[in-house]
């Protein structure tokens, strides 16, 4: 799930009791049906959908803006061939 679909999900969950009762009833078809997910992608992300719905709300949304980006301060990249 890219970080544009997390964000719109948060807003979703925020703002759209429907989309909230979808979640609950059938996550994958609510992640195709907002656009979220591709059919394929959506299964596999029923799972986690599943798992964030038995926490508490501010622990949804804790981890659905729990995104983890890549280091671009972090260490240069090492040549694969010494020199």
């Given at each position: ?47 986690t ?21 890549p ?13």
């Amino acid at each position: 799930m890219n970080v544009q679909a997390i964000k719109k999900m948060r807003h979703l969950y925020q703002v759209d009791p429907e989309f909230r009762r979808a979640l609950q009833e059938d996550p994958a078809a609510a992640l195709v049906r907002w656009d979220l997910a591709s059919a394929e992608a959506a299964q596999d992300l029923a799972g986690t959908v599943r798992r964030l719905l038995d926490l508490s709300s501010g622990e949804i949304l804790a981890s659905v803006l729990d995104v983890s980006l890549p280091d671009w301060h972090g260490a240069p990249p090492v040549a694969a061939v010494p020199q």
